[in-house]
Protein backbone atom coordinates (compact mmCIF):
# COMPACT_ATOMS: atom_id res chain seq x y z
CA UNK A 1 0.00 0.00 0.00
CA UNK A 2 1.80 3.71 -1.02
CA UNK A 3 2.75 5.76 1.96
CA UNK A 4 0.06 8.47 2.85
CA UNK A 5 1.82 12.11 3.43
CA UNK A 6 0.33 15.19 4.59
CA UNK A 7 1.81 18.80 4.86
CA UNK A 8 -0.18 21.39 7.29
CA UNK A 9 0.03 24.82 6.18
CA UNK A 10 0.72 27.25 3.34
CA UNK A 11 3.24 29.38 4.83
CA UNK A 12 6.91 29.39 4.22
CA UNK A 13 7.11 26.17 5.83
CA UNK A 14 4.48 24.38 4.23
CA UNK A 15 4.61 25.46 0.68
CA UNK A 16 8.69 25.25 0.83
CA UNK A 17 8.26 21.42 2.26
CA UNK A 18 5.89 20.88 -0.53
CA UNK A 19 8.13 22.17 -3.54
CA UNK A 20 11.20 20.11 -1.55
CA UNK A 21 9.04 16.86 -0.90
CA UNK A 22 7.78 16.65 -4.55
CA UNK A 23 11.03 16.63 -6.30
CA UNK A 24 12.37 14.29 -4.01
CA UNK A 25 9.37 11.88 -3.88
CA UNK A 26 9.09 11.18 -7.37
CA UNK A 27 6.04 9.59 -6.67
CA UNK A 28 7.26 7.16 -4.38
CA UNK A 29 4.20 8.27 -2.02
CA UNK A 30 0.87 10.27 -1.97
CA UNK A 31 1.20 13.57 -0.82
CA UNK A 32 -1.67 15.94 0.89
CA UNK A 33 -1.53 19.40 1.79
CA UNK A 34 -3.60 20.88 3.78
CA UNK A 35 -4.34 24.82 4.54
CA UNK A 36 -6.95 27.03 5.55
CA UNK A 37 -6.40 29.59 2.27
CA UNK A 38 -5.77 28.10 -0.62
CA UNK A 39 -2.94 30.50 -1.44
CA UNK A 40 0.47 30.67 -0.32
CA UNK A 41 0.88 34.42 1.85
CA UNK A 42 4.44 36.09 1.33
CA UNK A 43 3.81 36.92 4.94
CA UNK A 44 6.76 39.53 5.45
CA UNK A 45 5.51 41.57 2.68
CA UNK A 46 1.89 41.66 3.84
CA UNK A 47 2.03 44.91 5.83
CA UNK A 48 2.24 46.49 2.21
CA UNK A 49 -1.15 46.26 2.18
CA UNK A 50 -1.82 48.39 5.03
CA UNK A 51 -0.36 51.46 2.31
CA UNK A 52 -2.43 49.68 -0.53
CA UNK A 53 -4.23 46.92 -0.57
CA UNK A 54 -3.98 46.08 -4.30
CA UNK A 55 -0.57 44.64 -3.49
CA UNK A 56 -2.55 41.76 -2.08
CA UNK A 57 -2.69 40.11 -5.69
CA UNK A 58 1.10 40.48 -5.37
CA UNK A 59 1.83 38.49 -2.21
CA UNK A 60 -0.63 35.58 -2.38
CA UNK A 61 0.04 32.90 -4.84
CA UNK A 62 -2.37 30.25 -5.56
CA UNK A 63 -1.91 26.82 -4.21
CA UNK A 64 -2.36 25.29 -7.89
CA UNK A 65 1.39 27.42 -8.85
CA UNK A 66 2.60 25.99 -6.33
CA UNK A 67 1.78 22.23 -6.11
CA UNK A 68 2.45 19.26 -8.59
CA UNK A 69 -0.91 18.26 -9.73
CA UNK A 70 -0.48 14.94 -8.16
CA UNK A 71 -0.78 16.67 -5.01
CA UNK A 72 -3.80 16.65 -3.41
CA UNK A 73 -4.95 20.18 -1.72
CA UNK A 74 -7.55 19.95 1.18
CA UNK A 75 -8.44 23.58 2.54
CA UNK A 76 -9.97 23.37 5.65
CA UNK A 77 -9.27 24.35 9.25
CA UNK A 78 -7.08 21.79 11.42
CA UNK A 79 -8.79 21.28 15.08
CA UNK A 80 -6.87 18.28 15.96
CA UNK A 81 -4.15 15.87 15.70
CA UNK A 82 -4.37 12.29 16.93
CA UNK A 83 -0.84 10.80 16.77
CA UNK A 84 -1.67 7.54 17.92
CA UNK A 85 -4.69 6.99 15.28
CA UNK A 86 -2.58 8.79 13.07
CA UNK A 87 -5.16 11.64 11.51
CA UNK A 88 -5.78 14.75 10.84
CA UNK A 89 -9.17 16.10 11.84
CA UNK A 90 -10.71 18.96 10.15
CA UNK A 91 -13.22 21.27 10.59
CA UNK A 92 -15.63 20.72 7.95
CA UNK A 93 -14.83 18.15 5.94
CA UNK A 94 -13.29 14.37 6.47
CA UNK A 95 -10.61 13.60 8.57
CA UNK A 96 -7.56 12.54 6.69
CA UNK A 97 -5.21 9.68 7.39
CA UNK A 98 -1.64 9.99 7.65
CA UNK A 99 1.73 7.71 7.68
CA UNK A 100 3.94 10.85 7.76
CA UNK A 101 3.00 13.80 8.70
CA UNK A 102 4.49 17.35 8.68
CA UNK A 103 3.45 20.04 10.96
CA UNK A 104 3.89 23.56 9.71
CA UNK A 105 1.00 25.59 11.03
CA UNK A 106 2.51 28.81 11.79
CA UNK A 107 1.89 30.38 15.04
CA UNK A 108 -0.75 33.00 16.58
CA UNK A 109 -0.39 36.30 18.27
CA UNK A 110 0.89 35.91 21.76
CA UNK A 111 -1.17 38.60 24.37
CA UNK A 112 0.42 37.62 27.62
CA UNK A 113 -2.79 37.96 29.75
CA UNK A 114 -2.53 42.10 29.26
CA UNK A 115 -6.45 42.74 29.55
CA UNK A 116 -8.44 43.75 27.11
CA UNK A 117 -5.72 43.26 24.25
CA UNK A 118 -7.05 40.72 22.51
CA UNK A 119 -10.40 42.00 22.20
CA UNK A 120 -9.57 45.25 20.84
CA UNK A 121 -6.71 44.94 19.13
CA UNK A 122 -5.61 44.32 15.28
CA UNK A 123 -3.06 41.46 14.61
CA UNK A 124 -0.87 41.26 11.31
CA UNK A 125 -0.93 37.40 11.07
CA UNK A 126 -2.49 36.94 7.70
CA UNK A 127 -3.80 39.01 5.15
CA UNK A 128 -7.29 39.72 6.12
CA UNK A 129 -5.65 41.55 9.28
CA UNK A 130 -3.75 43.88 6.96
CA UNK A 131 -6.87 44.85 5.11
CA UNK A 132 -8.45 45.33 8.47
CA UNK A 133 -5.68 47.67 9.74
CA UNK A 134 -6.00 49.71 5.81
CA UNK A 135 -9.40 50.12 6.50
CA UNK A 136 -9.38 50.93 10.27
CA UNK A 137 -6.85 53.58 9.20
CA UNK A 138 -8.52 54.98 6.71
CA UNK A 139 -11.67 54.68 8.41
CA UNK A 140 -10.27 56.76 11.78
CA UNK A 141 -8.15 58.91 9.33
CA UNK A 142 -11.72 60.32 7.47
CA UNK A 143 -13.52 60.96 10.57
CA UNK A 144 -10.49 62.98 12.18
CA UNK A 145 -9.00 66.90 11.32
CA UNK A 146 -5.90 68.30 11.66
CA UNK A 147 -7.06 69.69 15.01
CA UNK A 148 -7.92 66.08 16.23
CA UNK A 149 -5.83 63.81 14.17
CA UNK A 150 -6.45 60.18 14.90
CA UNK A 151 -4.41 58.19 16.89
CA UNK A 152 -2.84 54.88 15.63
CA UNK A 153 -0.76 53.49 18.84
CA UNK A 154 1.49 49.87 17.66
CA UNK A 155 2.64 47.48 20.38
CA UNK A 156 5.52 45.79 19.73
CA UNK A 157 8.76 47.26 18.02
CA UNK A 158 9.78 44.05 16.61
CA UNK A 159 10.02 43.26 12.75
CA UNK A 160 5.99 43.69 12.24
CA UNK A 161 5.64 46.18 14.63
CA UNK A 162 8.78 49.14 12.57
CA UNK A 163 7.26 47.70 9.07
CA UNK A 164 3.27 48.51 10.31
CA UNK A 165 4.30 52.10 11.40
CA UNK A 166 6.59 52.07 8.08
CA UNK A 167 3.13 51.78 6.23
CA UNK A 168 1.03 54.20 8.08
CA UNK A 169 3.21 56.63 7.75
CA UNK A 170 3.31 56.13 4.20
CA UNK A 171 0.00 56.26 4.04
CA UNK A 172 -0.81 59.07 5.89
CA UNK A 173 1.80 61.20 3.92
CA UNK A 174 0.50 60.15 0.73
CA UNK A 175 -3.15 61.25 1.49
CA UNK A 176 -2.06 63.76 3.43
CA UNK A 177 -3.99 62.11 6.19
CA UNK A 178 -4.27 63.62 10.01
CA UNK A 179 -2.39 60.64 11.74
CA UNK A 180 -0.64 60.56 14.86
CA UNK A 181 1.48 57.25 15.27
CA UNK A 182 2.71 55.93 18.47
CA UNK A 183 4.97 52.70 18.62
CA UNK A 184 5.35 51.16 22.05
CA UNK A 185 8.00 48.45 22.96
CA UNK A 186 8.58 47.67 26.91
CA UNK A 187 11.67 46.63 26.62
CA UNK A 188 14.55 49.90 26.46
CA UNK A 189 15.23 49.44 22.82
CA UNK A 190 13.07 48.98 19.43
CA UNK A 191 14.09 46.02 17.76
CA UNK A 192 15.40 44.33 20.91
CA UNK A 193 18.02 41.96 21.75
CA UNK A 194 19.95 43.19 18.33
CA UNK A 195 22.79 45.47 17.21
CA UNK A 196 22.68 48.57 18.69
CA UNK A 197 24.02 50.24 15.07
CA UNK A 198 21.17 48.57 13.18
CA UNK A 199 18.23 49.72 16.27
CA UNK A 200 19.77 53.21 15.75
CA UNK A 201 19.21 53.11 11.89
CA UNK A 202 15.51 52.10 12.50
CA UNK A 203 15.04 54.54 15.26
CA UNK A 204 16.41 57.14 12.76
CA UNK A 205 14.10 56.14 9.69
CA UNK A 206 11.12 55.54 12.22
CA UNK A 207 11.51 59.51 13.82
CA UNK A 208 12.01 60.84 10.23
CA UNK A 209 8.36 59.46 9.69
CA UNK A 210 7.27 61.21 12.36
CA UNK A 211 6.50 58.39 14.51
CA UNK A 212 6.56 58.77 18.64
CA UNK A 213 8.56 56.16 19.99
CA UNK A 214 8.05 55.40 23.32
CA UNK A 215 10.44 52.47 25.21
CA UNK A 216 10.97 50.71 28.44
CA UNK A 217 7.14 50.83 29.55
CA UNK A 218 5.20 47.60 28.81
CA UNK A 219 0.98 47.94 28.19
CA UNK A 220 -0.33 47.06 31.65
CA UNK A 221 -4.32 47.08 30.31
CA UNK A 222 -6.33 47.96 27.47
CA UNK A 223 -10.33 48.90 27.01
CA UNK A 224 -12.03 50.44 24.50
CA UNK A 225 -10.63 53.75 24.22
CA UNK A 226 -7.11 53.80 25.98
CA UNK A 227 -3.74 52.06 26.20
CA UNK A 228 -2.83 52.12 29.56
CA UNK A 229 1.22 51.48 29.55
CA UNK A 230 3.57 51.92 32.47
CA UNK A 231 2.48 52.47 36.18
CA UNK A 232 0.75 56.50 34.51
CA UNK A 233 0.93 56.56 31.22
CA UNK A 234 -2.56 56.86 29.22
CA UNK A 235 -2.74 56.90 25.62
CA UNK A 236 -6.24 57.12 24.05
CA UNK A 237 -6.32 54.99 20.61
CA UNK A 238 -8.54 55.15 17.57
CA UNK A 239 -6.29 52.01 16.25
CA UNK A 240 -4.92 49.46 18.06
CA UNK A 241 -2.35 46.85 16.50
CA UNK A 242 -0.59 44.45 18.65
CA UNK A 243 3.12 42.65 17.06
CA UNK A 244 3.71 41.78 20.93
CA UNK A 245 4.79 37.65 20.31
CA UNK A 246 3.60 34.47 19.04
CA UNK A 247 2.22 31.38 20.19
CA UNK A 248 1.39 28.31 19.22
CA UNK A 249 -1.93 27.18 17.17
CA UNK A 250 -4.48 26.05 19.57
CA UNK A 251 -5.09 22.96 17.33
CA UNK A 252 -1.66 22.13 18.41
CA UNK A 253 -1.98 22.03 22.29
CA UNK A 254 -3.72 18.41 22.29
CA UNK A 255 -0.93 16.74 20.22
CA UNK A 256 0.88 13.95 21.90
CA UNK A 257 4.33 15.22 21.31
CA UNK A 258 6.34 17.06 23.39
CA UNK A 259 5.58 20.85 23.39
CA UNK A 260 6.64 24.30 25.48
CA UNK A 261 4.14 23.97 28.29
CA UNK A 262 4.03 28.18 28.15
CA UNK A 263 3.57 28.57 24.28
CA UNK A 264 2.77 25.46 23.34
CA UNK A 265 5.39 25.26 20.13
CA UNK A 266 6.27 21.52 19.32
CA UNK A 267 9.35 20.34 19.99
CA UNK A 268 11.31 18.73 17.16
CA UNK A 269 15.01 17.69 16.46
CA UNK A 270 17.17 19.36 13.70
CA UNK A 271 16.18 16.58 11.57
CA UNK A 272 12.42 17.95 12.43
CA UNK A 273 11.66 14.69 14.01
CA UNK A 274 9.23 14.86 16.90
CA UNK A 275 9.23 12.26 19.88
CA UNK A 276 7.01 10.42 17.58
CA UNK A 277 8.98 9.31 14.13
CA UNK A 278 6.38 9.69 11.88
CA UNK A 279 5.72 13.19 13.06
CA UNK A 280 7.80 16.38 11.96
CA UNK A 281 7.39 20.04 12.94
CA UNK A 282 8.72 23.22 11.14
CA UNK A 283 8.55 26.42 11.22
CA UNK A 284 6.97 28.96 13.63
CA UNK A 285 4.68 26.29 14.96
CA UNK A 286 8.20 24.72 16.24
CA UNK A 287 11.12 25.08 18.80
CA UNK A 288 13.88 23.24 16.21
CA UNK A 289 16.60 22.32 17.80
CA UNK A 290 19.97 24.16 17.13
CA UNK A 291 23.58 23.92 18.51
CA UNK A 292 23.98 26.34 21.29
CA UNK A 293 20.82 27.15 23.41
CA UNK A 294 18.23 28.83 21.28
CA UNK A 295 15.76 26.76 18.76
CA UNK A 296 16.29 28.14 15.18
CA UNK A 297 14.18 31.53 15.24
CA UNK A 298 10.71 32.13 14.18
CA UNK A 299 11.73 33.72 11.11
CA UNK A 300 10.46 33.45 7.48
CA UNK A 301 14.47 33.26 6.22
CA UNK A 302 15.03 30.31 9.05
CA UNK A 303 11.84 28.89 7.51
CA UNK A 304 12.68 28.92 3.90
CA UNK A 305 16.08 27.43 4.54
CA UNK A 306 14.05 24.56 7.25
CA UNK A 307 11.85 23.55 4.15
CA UNK A 308 14.03 21.68 1.71
CA UNK A 309 15.74 19.88 4.71
CA UNK A 310 12.43 18.81 5.43
CA UNK A 311 10.93 18.02 2.36
CA UNK A 312 13.88 16.13 2.01
CA UNK A 313 13.73 14.01 5.30
CA UNK A 314 10.12 13.34 4.54
CA UNK A 315 10.97 11.47 1.91
CA UNK A 316 14.04 9.65 3.15
CA UNK A 317 11.91 8.80 6.20
CA UNK A 318 8.93 6.83 3.70
CA UNK A 319 12.52 5.06 1.91
CA UNK A 320 13.66 3.95 5.41
CA UNK A 321 16.95 6.04 4.58
CA UNK A 322 18.63 7.77 7.77
CA UNK A 323 18.12 11.66 7.99
CA UNK A 324 19.99 14.77 7.33
CA UNK A 325 20.21 17.52 10.13
CA UNK A 326 19.61 21.14 9.25
CA UNK A 327 21.65 23.89 10.62
CA UNK A 328 19.89 27.56 10.56
CA UNK A 329 22.40 30.00 9.01
CA UNK A 330 21.96 33.76 9.46
CA UNK A 331 21.88 35.45 6.09
CA UNK A 332 21.12 38.83 7.88
CA UNK A 333 18.48 40.79 8.31
CA UNK A 334 16.71 43.77 6.10
CA UNK A 335 13.44 45.49 7.47
CA UNK A 336 11.55 48.10 5.63
CA UNK A 337 10.47 51.41 6.86
CA UNK A 338 7.86 52.09 4.54
CA UNK A 339 9.81 53.00 1.13
CA UNK A 340 12.89 52.78 3.12
CA UNK A 341 14.56 49.96 4.00
CA UNK A 342 17.33 49.27 6.38
CA UNK A 343 20.11 46.13 5.76
CA UNK A 344 22.42 44.57 8.89
CA UNK A 345 25.26 42.23 8.92
CA UNK A 346 24.13 40.63 5.33
CA UNK A 347 26.60 37.80 3.86
CA UNK A 348 28.82 38.90 1.50
CA UNK A 349 28.51 43.27 1.82
CA UNK A 350 31.51 44.76 3.60
CA UNK A 351 29.24 46.76 5.59
CA UNK A 352 27.64 45.84 8.51
CA UNK A 353 24.39 47.95 8.32
CA UNK A 354 23.34 50.26 5.59
CA UNK A 355 20.15 51.81 3.99
CA UNK A 356 19.49 53.94 1.29
CA UNK A 357 18.87 52.16 -2.61
CA UNK A 358 20.92 49.18 -2.02
CA UNK A 359 18.86 48.12 1.01
CA UNK A 360 15.96 48.67 -0.57
CA UNK A 361 17.02 46.75 -3.85
CA UNK A 362 18.22 44.48 -1.24
CA UNK A 363 14.77 43.65 0.23
CA UNK A 364 12.72 43.72 -3.31
CA UNK A 365 15.04 40.79 -4.18
CA UNK A 366 14.78 38.55 -1.02
CA UNK A 367 10.75 39.06 -1.94
CA UNK A 368 10.90 38.47 -5.52
CA UNK A 369 13.32 35.71 -5.18
CA UNK A 370 10.89 33.45 -3.08
CA UNK A 371 8.15 34.10 -5.34
CA UNK A 372 10.31 32.77 -8.07
CA UNK A 373 11.18 29.93 -5.77
CA UNK A 374 7.59 28.80 -4.92
CA UNK A 375 6.05 30.17 -8.22
CA UNK A 376 7.69 31.74 -11.84
CA UNK A 377 9.93 34.23 -12.55
CA UNK A 378 7.00 36.15 -14.36
CA UNK A 379 4.97 36.36 -11.20
CA UNK A 380 8.34 37.26 -9.06
CA UNK A 381 8.58 40.27 -12.33
CA UNK A 382 5.12 41.57 -11.81
CA UNK A 383 5.37 41.67 -8.15
CA UNK A 384 9.42 43.27 -8.23
CA UNK A 385 7.72 47.31 -7.96
CA UNK A 386 5.74 46.93 -5.13
CA UNK A 387 8.01 45.16 -2.50
Known amino acids: MTEQVVVLGAGYAGAGAVKSLEDELQGDADVTWISDTDYHLVLHESHRCIKDPSVQDKITIPVHEIKEPTTDFV ?204 VFAIGDCALVDQPGDQPAPPTAQAAWQAAEVAGENLARAVRGQPLQTWTHKDKGTVISVGEEAVAHDVMGMPIDTFGGLPAKILKKGIAARWIADVSSLGRAAKAWPDM
Open 75 to 278: QDTVVDIDCEERVVELEAGDDVDFDYLLVGLGSQTAFFGIEGLEEYAHTLKSLDDALGIHDAVHDAAREASQSEPAQIVVGGAGLSGIQTCGEIAEFRDEHRAPIDIHLVEGLDEIFPGNDPELQGALRKRLEAADVNIMTGDFIGEVDEETVYVGDDEELDYDVLIWTGGITGRDCVRGVDVEKDDRNHRIHAESDFQTEDER
